[in-house]
């Protein structure tokens, strides 16, 4: 049950795209679809943008969007505005336990 | 809209105990399940565990096993977190969560979160 590895920080300008990776094991990742991402603002409770690698919940802009290859997983934010600035974390099911990526903060320059 | 309200947390002395408690309104609560993440200050999300609907499936994560039990009371609308022996390294703010759907289990992304509930340990 190992975290899943992210980069520590990721930065943008507005308008641009990002892409933040988040690598699991043939245990997680690599082996189930239910890869899921969230973002969470200071203080606030963390919010699903992605579920099952490239779903998005209702209410999410498709700016957002997710793939995987192998035992990474990725999110990549297109068209950056100011308020997708936050900590990212990734997330896997592996089998008998849920792991969760060390976070990535995104800063919007 | 989903609201999750979680309470009972609070500082206790290494060796101690505490029971949290996550009361949900506004959804079907017996048709999904529920999971419990903390957060240690300044650090990642931790999965911590999860229980079906019906409570029949139970997971833990193997930091708190043995230590913490997780169960629901239907009736209650209300999921907890009992925790026992607790550790300076417990210390963190706990969030309850629904899963996304009312099909499986640890499969499942979590789309409603509570505000969480501090939780410190030290003596």
């Known amino acids: 049950q190992s975290a899943l590895t992210q980069p520590r920080s990721v930065s943008g300008s507005p308008g641009q795209s990002v892409t933040i990776s988040c690598t699991g094991t043939s245990s997680d990742v690599g082996t189930y679809n239910y890869v899921s991402w969230y973002q969470q603002h200071p203080g606030k409770a963390p919010k699903v943008m992605i579920f099952d690698v490239s779903k998005r919940p209702s209410g999410v802009p498709d700016r957002f969007s997710g793939s995987k290859s192998g035992n990474t997983a990725s999110l990549t934010i297109s068209g950056l505005q100011a308020e997708d600035e936050g900590d990212y974390y990734c997330c896997s099911y592996g089998g008998t336990y849920v792991v969760f990526g060390g976070g990535t903060k995104l800063t919007v320059l | 809209e989903v609201q999750l309200v979680e309470s009972g947390g609070g500082l206790v002395q290494p060796g101690g105990s505490l029971r949290l408690s996550c009361a949900a309104s506004?959804?079907?609560?017996?048709?999904?399940?529920m999971t419990w993440v903390r957060q240690a200050p300044g650090k990642g999300l931790e999965w911590v565990s999860s229980?079906?609907?019906?409570?029949?499936?139970?997971y833990y994560a193997d930091s708190v096993k043995g230590r913490f039990t997780i169960s629901r009371d239907n009736s209650k609308n209300t999921v907890y977190l009992q925790m026992n022996s607790l550790r300076a390294e417990d210390t963190a703010v706990y969030y309850c969560a629904k899963a996304i759907a009312v099909a499986g289990l640890l499969d499942l992304a979590l789309d409603s979160w509570g505000q969480g509930t501090l939780v410190t340990v030290s003596s």
């Open positions: 506004r959804f079907t609560f017996s048709s999904y399940s």
């Open positions: 229980l079906t609907g019906s409570g029949a499936r139970i």
